[in-house]
């Protein structure tokens, strides 16, 4: 069984449309900013890769990611030729924080925000009159444990049409919390290269529209293949090979593809030195014996972690790349760890002229929570 | 769409679903037959004497709380051994953890802290934490989970649709066995933002294939017949299939709306939040609970469990039969 990709949103520091930030991850120019409304007195850390929306004047505002969210799933609707409508139509949210920014400004600042604020069916039936909607908070693989529920959904006969989608705005307790964690304190997030020393925030909300095959108004952009969701069991925050090896091999399995057939991968790479030797290490070890092997790319090098949503927009970028046979590249990746120096990573400019047509994206989220997925193009 | 989606979130292709274990871990509630009485009664949890040891050390209180819950159910369902560990099959294990305040405690805390010395003030073991996963993270190391993991925050509907999450994971294929824990802490800022005293109240759940439970020799408590998330009570009835109102003994209402007496007429209402406070994330998974107490005893009639209403984004329903 395979699942349309019928409509496509997101947003990002770089842009606010797939199609622009795929433009701005081609560009490749340096897009971290110095930090727009915490005290940077009270951080290591002094940039992140934030959205540039508050009003003039400085002060934080609350319900952003709820804004984003709201946003890119009537963008992914629209994409999909349907209408607003929602009451019929599941909405599956993946995310880290939830509004736990708001409720940072509730609590610090007395900001109007209420408990069912925390939680984005609020929003979603005010907006959509949705009613069949789930929060789901799945740390960095929230969206493709999301896109996989929504996969199991279709195929179990519950829905014909649901619509996934992530959204995550930076908190001051999270990037707080990896501020005091993190040993080195990156200037930027720099995943695979030597010079890695860790992770820094992005901002940002991913929609997709996800159809039984063939049902349909419009165009398909491409076919969801499989989607793994597993759990390590390991670690509370650090990632385990073991866990991950069998999140990316049973991913294979539900798509019905070998190593060798895929032709692009959008690795997790957070640029903590920690995640991307682990998955650089299962990823040399899952593809050996499929030389050349695929190419591979990583976009937290310009949009930062964007956290729950990070999956779905890395699984966007996949799908704009197949559409184009474009793979942009990593941004300052020059010096590959050793781990990685042999996967087909993209440097310096786009690798052009490949014809692209399975990709696999990784998201692997705090707790060894894991989701893998394959997708295919739609020729 | 000529049918609605609602109408057939409730009847996904035929693996029956069964409740295998309970585990409870709230004062007040000594077991889950209690339950169905008033409330509160002697006994329950005693979070001062319950929560500590060895594997409590260095986790929130949610994810205590939480550890006890399940280790409990897990034991209720005879899937651990005389040394709690899990004997039951890990790779195909589920953890669903409904919760709104899990960590809200600990954001505001890290807040105040960043604001008053800065980012060096804060304790490197408070990482997990910032995330809500942390609970089901937790759930997973202790008894070696290696299945689908899952965190639900929905708002007060969180409980029923965890639970129906959990069905559709076994339905799918994707789980051979899942722990529901419903799970709320007791604290500062959980209370202000239900703007009412609450307790801490953990309830957990294993849920099986009928046909795995019938294998093991094990007795089902109740089967998960039917979940619905609905934009009001009539729809959530309707699309679980609760049209005759004979069939429903015991009606475990959420809040009390107006209409809501009309639409059922049963014999038993029960309102668990009524007589323990506000238990958000929790309450589902309780009234599952409380759900295997009325099917184990010799009352009749399927149960009815609900959550939501006007003053929510949607109302849930979930039909739980013999």
């Known amino acids: ?379 | 769409m000529t049918e609605t989606t609602t109408a057939r979130m409730s009847h996904p292709r035929t693996r029956e679903v069964v409740v295998t274990g309970i585990g409870l871990a709230l004062p007040g509630v000594a077991t889950y037959r209690d339950l169905l009485g008033p409330l509160p009664v002697e006994g329950g949890l005693d979070p001062a004497s319950e929560l500590r040891g060895y594997e409590m050390r260095h986790k929130d209180r949610a994810s205590r709380l939480a550890l006890r819950a399940a280790e409990f159910a897990l034991r209720n369902a005879g899937l651990t051994d005389a040394e709690a560990t899990f004997t039951g099959m890990a790779d195909a294990t589920a953890v669903v953890v409904s919760t709104n305040l899990g960590n809200v405690d600990a954001v505001c805390a890290a807040a105040d802290t960043i604001a008053r010395e800065g980012t060096r003030g804060l304790s490197p073991l408070g990482l997990p934490e910032t995330s809500s996963s942390v609970i089901a993270a937790w759930v997973a190391i202790r008894f070696g989970l290696r299945g689908p993991n899952l965190t639900v925050c929905n708002g007060v509907t969180s409980g029923l649709d965890a639970l129906a999450w959990a069905r559709n994971l076994i339905v799918a294929g994707r789980a051979e066995a899942a722990v529901v824990v419903g799970v709320e802490p007791a604290k500062e800022v959980a209370m202000r933002l239900l703007c009412a005293p609450s307790i801490d109240a953990a309830a957990a759940v294993v849920l099986e294939p009928a046909d795995a439970a019938a294998a093991r020799g094990i007795q089902p408590r109740a089967t998960v017949a039917g979940h619905a998330r609905a934009g009001d009570l009539a729809a959530a009835m309707t699309a679980v299939g609760v049209t005759e109102e004979r069939s429903v003994g015991l009606w475990l209402a959420g809040e009390q709306d107006a209409e809501s007496g009309q639409l059922l007429a049963v014999t038993r209402r029960i309102d668990l939040e009524a007589q323990l406070g506000p238990l958000s994330g929790a309450l589902g998974v309780l009234q599952c609970a409380a759900a295997a107490a009325h099917l184990d005893s010799d009352a009749t009639g399927n149960v009815l469990a609900t959550a939501g209403g006007p003053r929510h984004d949607a109302t849930a329903a979930l039909l739980l039969t013999p």
């Open chain 1, 1 to 379: 069984m395979t699942w349309d990709i019928t409509g496509m949103a997101a947003v990002a520091n770089i842009g606010a449309s797939p199609r622009e930030i795929f433009a701005a991850l081609c560009a490749g120019q340096e897009s971290r900013r110095p930090l727009q409304v915490f005290d940077a007195g009270k951080y290591r850390a002094a940039y992140a890769y934030e959205i540039d929306d508050r009003p003039e004047g400085g002060d934080d505002i609350p319900r952003r990611a709820t804004g984003w969210l709201t946003t890119v799933v009537r963008q992914a609707v629209a994409n999909a030729g349907l209408g607003e409508d929602l009451s019929q139509v599941p909405v599956l949210v993946g995310t880290t924080m939830r509004e736990q920014r708001s409720l940072e400004l509730w609590w610090r600042d007395h900001a109007d925000v209420a408990l069912a604020d925390l939680h984005f069916g609020t929003a979603l039936k005010a907006t959509f009159g949705a009613s069949t909607t789930y929060t789901f908070a799945n740390a960095c693989s929230a969206t493709l444990y999301a896109l996989g529920m929504a996969t199991d959904m279709i195929e179990l006969g519950m829905a014909d049409t649901v619509v996934v989608a992530g959204t995550d705005a930076a908190t001051e307790s999270g990037f707080g919390t990896l501020d005091r964690v993190q040993n080195d304190i990156p200037d930027a997030l720099r995943p695979f290269d030597t010079s890695h020393k860790g992770m820094l925030m992005g901002e940002g909300a991913a929609a997709v529209v996800v159809q039984r095959a063939g049902t349909g108004n419009g165009p398909v952009h491409a076919r969801v293949r499989g989607v793994s969701i597993n759990c390590d069991a390991r670690h509370a925050t650090a990632p385990d090979p073991d866990g991950i090896t069998r999140a990316m091999q049973d991913a294979h399995r539900r798509a019905g593809v070998r190593a060798q057939d895929i032709d692009l991968v959008m690795l997790h790479g957070t640029g903590t030195p920690r995640n991307d030797v682990t998955e650089s290490t299962v990823l040399s070890r899952v593809f050996h014996g499929a030389e050349p092997g695929p190419r591979m790319t990583a976009i937290k090098a310009m949009t930062g972690h964007t956290l729950g949503g990070s999956g779905l927009l890395s699984l966007l970028m996949a799908v704009l790349a197949m559409k184009e046979g474009t793979v942009p590249p990593v941004l300052g990746l020059t010096d590959p760890i050793p781990e990685a120096v042999g996967l087909g990573l993209v440097q310096g400019t786009p690798a052009v002229g490949d014809h692209l047509n399975v990709a696999q994206i990784d998201a692997f989220g705090f707790g060894g929570i894991n989701a893998v997925t394959i997708v295919e193009a739609a020729r």
